[in-house]
């Protein structure tokens, strides 16, 4: 492997831990499990009322915790699940007005933050960033695949 390899590898992998760091820390300052935090996120910026199998495959946490964060959200009366008519046992979470309050106090502070970020860096250089972001993502993707190191999971999903 070249030196400028090694670099932009190991400046990279810096850049990904600081965002998860950044991330872990906002979880724990709102005082919220990383799994519900994110669950909440999902919930209250997404325009469409989510599935449990719609968070798995946007926030890429094991099932069980998942549902075990809904869970535990449902116990405290933070959301709602109902059937999805016309399938197998899919429920629909729904964010209660109690759930809806927690979501705005805790991770709604973070999407404030987040828009005011993209704003400031501008919409041309935040879709340049996007799709390099993407494109690395895929090309990392096929190597990992060609090396066999990634998952049958997520080569049939598209990560």
């Not at 979880?27 to 909440?40: A, K």
């Not at 959200?73 to 007005?97: C, E, F, Q, W």
């Not at 927690?102 to 502070?109: E, F, M, P």
Request: proline share 3%; net charge positive; aromatic share 6%.
């Amino acid at each position: 492997m070249k030196d400028m390899e090694k670099e932009n590898l190991a400046e990279l992998a810096r850049l990904e831990k600081q965002f998860a760091s950044l991330y872990r820390i906002a979880s724990s300052v709102c005082g919220l499990p990383d799994c519900t935090f994110w669950v909440l996120y999902f919930l209250l910026s997404s325009k469409e009322p989510l599935a449990q199998q719609d968070l798995i495959e946007r926030m890429r946490f094991p099932k069980q915790t998942i549902n075990s964060a809904v869970l535990s959200l449902s116990r405290t009366g933070h959301v709602t699940l109902a059937m999805i008519p016309g399938t197998r046992n899919r429920k629909r979470i729904t964010l209660t007005a109690q759930g809806k309050g927690l979501a705005r106090q805790t991770v709604g502070r973070l999407l404030k933050a987040e828009s005011k970020a993209v704003r400031l860096m501008g919409d041309g250089k935040m879709r340049e960033y996007i799709a390099l972001h993407d494109e690395f993502l895929a090309l990392l993707k096929s190597e990992f695949e060609e090396a066999g190191l990634a998952a049958a999971r997520d080569a049939k999903e598209g990560m």
